[in-house]
Nanobody, 120 residues
Framework: QVQLVESGGGLVQAGGSLRLSCAAS????????MGWFRQAPGKERELVAA????????IYADSVKGRFTISGDNAKNTVYLQMNSLKPEDTAVYYC?????????????WGQGTQVTVSS
């Protein structure tokens, strides 16, 4: 009944751009916070970007600052991730998450993931 669906992943050359989208639905929404995680083979899960509408905060991982931008519409339970100047190390499965706070996203609701592959 609670569902998050990601889209927009694909294959892109280094230096290119992609825009990821996430749409959430269910009886617990709208959420107070939403964000994006990523996981690559051999690497730990990483919180890439997140926004809390209730706290008015936005955070980014140091590795993506200046390149990625998170945006969204809390009323519509949608969130986006604009990824520019992509690097091969950005290659990963990207997951959308929703929860009460940014700190609680890891144990909140998750989507199925979308693959992003950056070639050199």
């Amino acid at each position: 009944q609670v569902q998050l669906v990601e889209s927009g992943g694909g294959l892109v050359q280094a230096g290119g751009s992609l825009r990821l989208s996430c749409a959430a639905s269910g009886p617990t929404f709208p959420s107070y916070a939403m964000g994006w995680f990523r996981q690559a083979p051999g690497k730990e899960r990483e919180l890439v970007a997140a926004r809390s509408w209730s706290r008015g905060r936005t955070i980014y991982a140091d590795s993506v600052k200046g390149r990625f931008t998170i945006s969204g519409d809390n009323a519509k339970n949608t969130v986006y991730l604009q990824m520019n100047s992509l690097k091969p190390e950005d290659t990963a499965v990207y997951y959308c998450a929703a929860g009460d706070t940014i700190a609680a996203l890891a144990r909140g609701y998750w989507g199925q993931g979308t693959q992003v592959t950056v070639s050199s």
